[in-house]
Protein backbone atom coordinates (compact mmCIF):
# COMPACT_ATOMS: atom_id res chain seq x y z
CA UNK A 1 0.00 0.00 0.00
CA UNK A 2 2.70 2.16 1.08
CA UNK A 3 4.59 1.71 -2.16
CA UNK A 4 1.30 1.95 -4.36
CA UNK A 5 0.87 5.46 -2.64
CA UNK A 6 4.65 6.30 -3.74
CA UNK A 7 3.86 5.83 -7.06
CA UNK A 8 0.92 7.61 -7.26
CA UNK A 9 2.72 10.99 -6.47
CA UNK A 10 6.09 10.05 -7.74
CA UNK A 11 7.15 8.50 -11.29
CA UNK A 12 7.96 4.81 -11.41
CA UNK A 13 11.17 5.49 -12.71
CA UNK A 14 12.32 7.86 -9.62
CA UNK A 15 11.76 4.45 -7.11
CA UNK A 16 13.76 2.73 -9.58
CA UNK A 17 16.61 5.01 -9.62
CA UNK A 18 16.24 5.36 -5.47
CA UNK A 19 16.02 1.64 -5.22
CA UNK A 20 19.61 1.58 -7.54
CA UNK A 21 21.40 4.44 -5.54
CA UNK A 22 20.41 2.61 -1.88
CA UNK A 23 22.55 0.20 -3.08
CA UNK A 24 25.91 1.86 -3.38
CA UNK A 25 28.39 2.52 -0.62
CA UNK A 26 28.05 5.67 1.99
CA UNK A 27 31.26 7.30 2.80
CA UNK A 28 31.93 8.32 6.38
CA UNK A 29 34.25 10.87 7.14
CA UNK A 30 35.83 11.88 10.54
CA UNK A 31 35.50 15.18 13.07
CA UNK A 32 38.94 15.38 12.71
CA UNK A 33 38.68 14.74 9.12
CA UNK A 34 35.91 17.50 8.58
CA UNK A 35 37.80 20.26 10.63
CA UNK A 36 40.60 19.82 8.31
CA UNK A 37 39.51 20.12 5.13
CA UNK A 38 37.02 22.76 6.63
CA UNK A 39 40.34 24.71 8.04
CA UNK A 40 40.67 26.22 4.45
CA UNK A 41 37.56 27.17 2.52
CA UNK A 42 39.04 28.03 -0.50
CA UNK A 43 36.83 27.81 -4.06
CA UNK A 44 38.88 24.64 -4.92
CA UNK A 45 37.92 22.34 -1.36
CA UNK A 46 33.99 24.27 -1.59
CA UNK A 47 33.90 22.64 -4.84
CA UNK A 48 35.32 19.57 -3.47
CA UNK A 49 32.81 19.21 -0.91
CA UNK A 50 29.65 20.29 -3.02
CA UNK A 51 30.82 17.33 -5.43
CA UNK A 52 30.93 14.83 -2.55
CA UNK A 53 27.88 15.71 -1.10
CA UNK A 54 26.12 15.97 -4.19
CA UNK A 55 26.60 12.18 -4.31
CA UNK A 56 27.00 11.02 -1.14
CA UNK A 57 23.49 12.72 0.37
CA UNK A 58 21.68 11.24 -2.32
CA UNK A 59 22.83 7.67 -1.76
CA UNK A 60 22.16 8.69 2.20
CA UNK A 61 18.78 9.57 1.25
CA UNK A 62 17.74 7.21 -0.75
CA UNK A 63 18.17 4.04 1.57
CA UNK A 64 16.82 5.69 4.03
CA UNK A 65 13.85 6.04 1.67
CA UNK A 66 13.40 2.43 0.86
CA UNK A 67 13.66 1.91 4.54
CA UNK A 68 10.27 3.94 5.45
CA UNK A 69 8.52 1.78 2.71
CA UNK A 70 9.23 -1.02 4.32
CA UNK A 71 8.69 -1.20 8.08
CA UNK A 72 7.24 -3.80 10.09
CA UNK A 73 3.60 -3.78 11.66
CA UNK A 74 2.15 -1.53 9.06
CA UNK A 75 3.95 1.92 10.43
CA UNK A 76 5.20 2.43 6.76
CA UNK A 77 1.14 2.93 6.17
CA UNK A 78 0.66 5.82 8.98
CA UNK A 79 0.09 9.15 7.67
CA UNK A 80 2.87 10.89 9.32
CA UNK A 81 5.33 8.48 8.12
CA UNK A 82 4.10 8.88 4.62
CA UNK A 83 4.82 12.56 5.28
CA UNK A 84 8.44 11.91 5.74
CA UNK A 85 8.75 9.51 3.18
CA UNK A 86 7.32 12.33 0.48
CA UNK A 87 10.36 14.69 2.06
CA UNK A 88 12.52 12.19 1.73
CA UNK A 89 12.02 11.34 -1.89
CA UNK A 90 11.69 14.99 -2.56
CA UNK A 91 15.12 15.64 -1.60
CA UNK A 92 16.52 13.14 -3.39
CA UNK A 93 14.48 13.84 -7.21
CA UNK A 94 16.31 17.51 -6.04
CA UNK A 95 19.45 16.14 -5.59
CA UNK A 96 19.57 14.08 -8.79
CA UNK A 97 17.75 17.08 -10.81
CA UNK A 98 20.85 18.75 -9.88
CA UNK A 99 23.66 18.61 -12.81
CA UNK A 100 26.86 17.84 -11.83
CA UNK A 101 29.36 20.65 -10.13
CA UNK A 102 32.18 22.71 -12.34
CA UNK A 103 32.36 25.82 -10.94
CA UNK A 104 31.57 28.11 -8.14
CA UNK A 105 28.77 29.63 -9.82
CA UNK A 106 26.66 26.13 -9.53
CA UNK A 107 28.44 25.33 -6.54
CA UNK A 108 26.34 28.58 -4.74
CA UNK A 109 23.59 27.40 -6.24
CA UNK A 110 24.02 23.28 -5.01
CA UNK A 111 24.50 24.67 -1.63
CA UNK A 112 21.40 26.86 -1.72
CA UNK A 113 19.22 23.86 -3.00
CA UNK A 114 20.94 21.80 -0.07
CA UNK A 115 20.16 24.48 2.61
CA UNK A 116 16.40 24.07 1.66
CA UNK A 117 16.82 20.29 1.87
CA UNK A 118 17.82 20.90 5.20
CA UNK A 119 15.01 23.20 6.68
CA UNK A 120 12.18 20.54 4.57
CA UNK A 121 13.53 18.10 7.00
CA UNK A 122 13.53 20.06 10.20
CA UNK A 123 10.57 18.50 11.63
CA UNK A 124 11.10 14.64 10.91
CA UNK A 125 11.91 14.10 14.23
CA UNK A 126 8.48 15.27 16.26
CA UNK A 127 6.83 13.82 12.50
CA UNK A 128 8.20 10.65 12.88
CA UNK A 129 7.02 10.48 16.60
CA UNK A 130 3.68 11.18 15.36
CA UNK A 131 3.78 7.85 13.00
CA UNK A 132 4.97 5.97 16.02
CA UNK A 133 2.16 7.34 17.72
CA UNK A 134 -0.35 6.43 15.29
CA UNK A 135 0.89 2.83 15.49
CA UNK A 136 0.38 2.65 19.66
CA UNK A 137 -2.88 3.86 18.77
CA UNK A 138 -4.20 0.91 16.89
CA UNK A 139 -1.90 -1.67 18.51
CA UNK A 140 -3.36 -4.64 21.04
CA UNK A 141 -2.16 -2.70 24.29
CA UNK A 142 -1.26 -6.28 25.40
CA UNK A 143 2.30 -5.57 23.31
CA UNK A 144 5.11 -5.09 25.14
CA UNK A 145 6.90 -1.89 23.25
CA UNK A 146 10.57 -3.41 24.00
CA UNK A 147 9.49 -6.75 22.06
CA UNK A 148 9.42 -3.93 19.51
CA UNK A 149 12.87 -4.82 18.38
CA UNK A 150 13.24 -3.84 14.33
CA UNK A 151 11.25 -0.43 15.14
CA UNK A 152 13.62 0.60 17.86
CA UNK A 153 16.48 -0.57 15.71
CA UNK A 154 14.99 1.32 12.30
CA UNK A 155 14.49 4.52 14.07
CA UNK A 156 18.28 4.29 15.85
CA UNK A 157 19.51 3.87 12.05
CA UNK A 158 17.01 6.45 10.76
CA UNK A 159 17.86 9.26 13.97
CA UNK A 160 21.54 8.14 13.17
CA UNK A 161 21.74 8.95 9.76
CA UNK A 162 19.46 11.74 10.02
CA UNK A 163 22.51 13.73 12.27
CA UNK A 164 25.26 12.67 10.00
CA UNK A 165 23.18 14.28 6.77
CA UNK A 166 22.27 17.29 8.54
CA UNK A 167 25.86 17.42 10.05
CA UNK A 168 27.47 17.04 6.39
CA UNK A 169 24.85 19.92 4.74
CA UNK A 170 25.74 22.39 7.73
CA UNK A 171 29.13 21.96 7.54
CA UNK A 172 28.99 23.16 3.72
CA UNK A 173 26.86 25.69 4.35
CA UNK A 174 28.53 26.95 7.24
CA UNK A 175 32.06 26.91 5.55
CA UNK A 176 30.39 29.76 3.20
CA UNK A 177 30.29 32.39 6.25
CA UNK A 178 32.64 34.96 5.15
CA UNK A 179 33.46 36.02 9.00
CA UNK A 180 33.65 32.56 11.20
CA UNK A 181 34.23 33.48 14.89
CA UNK A 182 37.17 32.48 15.47
CA UNK A 183 38.59 29.14 16.27
CA UNK A 184 35.06 27.95 14.40
CA UNK A 185 35.44 25.52 11.43
CA UNK A 186 31.70 25.59 9.84
CA UNK A 187 29.82 23.39 12.47
CA UNK A 188 33.12 22.70 14.85
CA UNK A 189 34.64 24.60 17.60
CA UNK A 190 38.32 23.71 17.60
CA UNK A 191 38.60 25.32 21.53
CA UNK A 192 35.21 24.51 22.41
CA UNK A 193 34.24 24.89 26.66
CA UNK A 194 32.95 21.86 27.82
CA UNK A 195 32.24 23.69 31.00
CA UNK A 196 30.65 26.93 29.18
CA UNK A 197 28.37 24.51 27.03
CA UNK A 198 27.52 23.08 30.34
CA UNK A 199 26.58 26.28 31.86
CA UNK A 200 24.04 27.68 28.66
CA UNK A 201 22.60 24.09 28.55
CA UNK A 202 21.42 24.53 32.20
CA UNK A 203 20.57 27.83 32.05
CA UNK A 204 18.19 26.80 29.18
CA UNK A 205 17.11 23.58 31.29
CA UNK A 206 16.25 25.42 33.91
CA UNK A 207 14.25 28.37 31.87
CA UNK A 208 11.55 25.76 30.87
CA UNK A 209 11.78 24.23 34.43
CA UNK A 210 10.92 27.81 35.85
CA UNK A 211 8.51 28.15 33.22
CA UNK A 212 6.46 25.24 33.94
CA UNK A 213 7.02 24.34 37.52
CA UNK A 214 7.31 28.22 38.82
CA UNK A 215 11.15 27.14 40.25
CA UNK A 216 14.35 25.29 39.07
CA UNK A 217 16.68 23.53 41.67
CA UNK A 218 20.48 24.72 41.37
CA UNK A 219 22.79 23.23 39.27
CA UNK A 220 26.45 23.61 40.58
CA UNK A 221 29.21 22.73 37.33
CA UNK A 222 32.62 21.71 38.71
CA UNK A 223 35.52 21.41 35.88
CA UNK A 224 38.30 23.58 34.50
CA UNK A 225 36.37 26.40 32.01
CA UNK A 226 39.60 27.03 30.28
CA UNK A 227 39.66 23.44 29.36
CA UNK A 228 38.72 23.02 25.71
CA UNK A 229 38.89 20.57 23.13
CA UNK A 230 37.77 20.20 18.98
CA UNK A 231 34.36 19.09 19.42
CA UNK A 232 30.27 20.37 17.92
CA UNK A 233 28.89 22.79 20.57
CA UNK A 234 25.21 22.42 19.10
CA UNK A 235 25.40 18.69 19.44
CA UNK A 236 27.15 18.91 23.43
CA UNK A 237 24.55 21.50 24.15
CA UNK A 238 21.80 19.06 22.85
CA UNK A 239 22.51 16.36 25.30
CA UNK A 240 23.36 18.18 28.33
CA UNK A 241 20.24 20.16 28.01
CA UNK A 242 18.13 16.91 27.77
CA UNK A 243 20.39 15.49 30.62
CA UNK A 244 19.49 18.87 32.73
CA UNK A 245 16.03 19.17 32.20
CA UNK A 246 15.33 15.21 32.91
CA UNK A 247 17.29 15.82 36.38
CA UNK A 248 15.50 19.05 36.91
CA UNK A 249 11.95 17.58 36.34
CA UNK A 250 12.64 14.22 38.62
CA UNK A 251 14.24 16.69 41.51
CA UNK A 252 11.25 19.68 41.04
CA UNK A 253 8.29 16.89 41.39
CA UNK A 254 10.11 14.65 44.15
CA UNK A 255 10.74 17.98 46.62
CA UNK A 256 7.30 19.96 45.19
CA UNK A 257 5.45 19.11 48.54
CA UNK A 258 8.53 18.82 50.46
CA UNK A 259 9.52 21.32 53.33
CA UNK A 260 13.34 20.40 52.08
CA UNK A 261 15.09 22.76 49.88
CA UNK A 262 15.59 21.00 46.75
CA UNK A 263 19.16 19.58 46.24
CA UNK A 264 21.11 20.93 43.13
CA UNK A 265 22.45 18.89 40.05
CA UNK A 266 25.43 18.36 39.70
CA UNK A 267 27.66 18.88 36.74
CA UNK A 268 31.10 17.30 36.39
CA UNK A 269 33.63 17.93 33.98
CA UNK A 270 36.45 15.42 33.74
CA UNK A 271 39.54 15.78 31.11
CA UNK A 272 40.92 12.03 30.12
CA UNK A 273 43.41 11.46 27.72
CA UNK A 274 41.19 9.50 25.28
CA UNK A 275 37.73 10.96 26.32
CA UNK A 276 36.32 13.85 27.91
CA UNK A 277 33.15 12.83 30.40
CA UNK A 278 30.07 15.09 31.67
CA UNK A 279 28.82 13.56 34.43
CA UNK A 280 25.36 15.17 35.47
CA UNK A 281 24.13 13.34 38.94
CA UNK A 282 20.74 14.28 40.87
CA UNK A 283 18.78 13.42 43.44
CA UNK A 284 15.33 12.98 42.04
CA UNK A 285 14.24 9.55 43.40
CA UNK A 286 16.34 7.65 40.77
CA UNK A 287 14.52 4.87 38.13
CA UNK A 288 13.49 1.68 39.23
CA UNK A 289 15.30 -0.69 37.45
CA UNK A 290 12.30 -2.46 35.89
CA UNK A 291 12.26 1.28 33.93
CA UNK A 292 15.90 1.30 33.31
CA UNK A 293 15.84 -0.60 29.93
CA UNK A 294 12.98 1.60 28.68
CA UNK A 295 14.44 4.99 28.77
CA UNK A 296 16.39 4.45 25.38
CA UNK A 297 13.41 3.04 23.74
CA UNK A 298 11.48 5.54 21.59
CA UNK A 299 7.94 4.20 22.65
CA UNK A 300 8.42 5.21 26.06
CA UNK A 301 8.57 8.77 28.30
CA UNK A 302 7.66 9.73 31.81
CA UNK A 303 6.74 12.97 31.17
CA UNK A 304 2.81 13.86 29.75
CA UNK A 305 2.57 13.57 25.59
CA UNK A 306 3.06 16.54 23.86
CA UNK A 307 2.08 15.51 20.78
CA UNK A 308 -1.51 16.02 19.85
CA UNK A 309 -2.93 14.24 16.50
CA UNK A 310 -3.44 17.76 15.02
CA UNK A 311 -1.02 20.05 16.51
CA UNK A 312 0.91 22.24 14.53
CA UNK A 313 5.11 21.32 14.39
CA UNK A 314 6.13 24.08 12.98
CA UNK A 315 8.13 24.73 16.12
CA UNK A 316 11.91 24.48 17.16
CA UNK A 317 12.95 21.23 17.68
CA UNK A 318 14.58 21.89 20.46
CA UNK A 319 11.24 23.17 22.50
CA UNK A 320 9.12 19.84 21.18
CA UNK A 321 11.79 17.27 22.56
CA UNK A 322 9.65 17.32 25.81
CA UNK A 323 7.74 14.31 26.49
CA UNK A 324 7.47 11.86 24.09
CA UNK A 325 10.62 9.88 25.17
CA UNK A 326 12.86 10.55 22.26
CA UNK A 327 15.69 13.07 24.48
CA UNK A 328 17.60 10.06 25.62
CA UNK A 329 18.05 7.78 22.68
CA UNK A 330 18.52 11.05 20.21
CA UNK A 331 21.22 11.89 22.86
CA UNK A 332 23.00 8.54 23.20
CA UNK A 333 22.95 8.82 19.30
CA UNK A 334 24.75 12.20 19.23
CA UNK A 335 26.76 11.02 21.74
CA UNK A 336 28.20 7.70 19.47
CA UNK A 337 27.90 9.71 16.23
CA UNK A 338 31.57 11.24 17.03
CA UNK A 339 32.89 7.91 18.84
CA UNK A 340 31.42 8.69 22.14
CA UNK A 341 28.09 7.31 24.29
CA UNK A 342 26.01 7.88 26.86
CA UNK A 343 24.92 5.34 30.11
CA UNK A 344 22.87 5.85 32.72
CA UNK A 345 23.22 4.33 36.13
CA UNK A 346 20.23 4.78 38.89
CA UNK A 347 19.38 4.25 42.43
CA UNK A 348 15.92 4.26 42.60
CA UNK A 349 15.58 5.90 46.27
CA UNK A 350 17.90 8.44 45.87
CA UNK A 351 18.48 9.81 42.35
CA UNK A 352 20.10 8.97 38.75
CA UNK A 353 23.76 9.57 37.19
CA UNK A 354 24.13 10.20 33.53
CA UNK A 355 27.94 10.06 32.31
CA UNK A 356 28.48 11.17 29.12
CA UNK A 357 31.30 10.26 26.96
CA UNK A 358 32.71 12.38 24.14
CA UNK A 359 36.05 11.00 22.24
CA UNK A 360 38.45 13.39 22.15
CA UNK A 361 40.49 12.22 19.30
CA UNK A 362 37.83 13.06 16.54
CA UNK A 363 38.70 9.81 14.84
CA UNK A 364 36.41 7.98 14.37
CA UNK A 365 34.24 7.59 10.93
CA UNK A 366 30.70 8.35 11.12
CA UNK A 367 28.45 5.09 12.49
CA UNK A 368 26.89 4.51 8.95
CA UNK A 369 23.73 2.80 9.21
Given at each position: ???????????????????????????????????????????????????????????????R?????????????????????D????S??D???????????????????????????????????????????????????????????????????????????G??????????????????????????????????????????????????????????????????????????????R????????????????????????????????????????????????????????????????????????????????????????????????????????A???????????????
Amino acid sequence: MAVKKACESFSKSLIEEVHRWGCLKQTGVSLRYMMEFGSKPIDKNLLISAQFLHKELAIRIARRAIELENLPYGLSEKPAVLKVRDWYLDSFRDLRAFPDIKNMTEEREFTEMIKAIKVRHNNVVPTMAMGVQQLKKGMDPKIVYEDLVEIHQFLDRFYMSRIGIRMLIGQHVELHNPNPPPYVVGYIHTKMSPVEVARNASEDARAICCREYGSAPDVQIYGDPDFTFPYVPAHLHLMVFELVKNSLRAVQERFMDSDKVAPPIRIIVADGIEDVTIKVSDEGGGIPRKGLSKIFTYLYSTARNPLDEHSDLGIGENVTMAGYGYGLPISRLYARYFGGDLQIISMEGYGTDAYLHLSRLGDSQEPLP
